[in-house]
Nanobody, 122 residues
Framework: QVQLVESGGGLVQPGGSLRLSCAAS????????MGWYRQAPGKERELVAR???????TYADSVKGRFTISRDNAKNTVDLQMNSLKPEDTAVYYC????????????????WGQGTQVTVSS
């Protein structure tokens, strides 16, 4: 069973920084992509940043130049460094992983963490 566990959320003042971390654990063959999404109250979940293995890194326009996503393939982790935070960055942030597992067959599925709250407020 694959699990994604996030950490690092909290309350920060506008202009401040936070670092989110996510670790994948369990039994799997490989990780094709890892990323971060967020969902603010009353809004749909949206992509923040995503890294595809051997492929491009994608950022939402609203976070370009402020957020940086990084992966450690050896540790199966993905981090999101968030700088110059704004009140509009307030949301629950979710870690996402596209992971290949073997049970009755080899299959690729999307997994989600439980979410971590980020609040930007003075």
């Amino acid at each position: 069973q694959v699990q994604l566990v996030e950490s690092g959320g909290g309350l920060v003042q506008p202009g401040g920084s936070l670092r989110l971390s996510c670790a994948a654990s369990g039994s799997f063959l490989s990780i094709n992509a890892m990323g971060w999404y967020r969902q603010a109250p009353g809004k749909e979940r949206e992509l923040v940043a995503r890294i595809i293995s051997g492929g491009p890194t994608t950022y939402a326009d609203s976070v370009k130049g402020r957020f940086t996503i990084s992966r450690d393939n050896a540790k199966n982790t993905v981090d999101l460094q968030m700088n110059s935070l704004k009140p509009e960055d307030t949301a629950v942030y979710y870690c996402e992983g596209v992971i290949v597992v073997r049970d009755s067959a080899i299959r690729m599925s999307e997994y989600w963490g439980q979410g971590t709250q980020v609040t930007v407020s003075s």
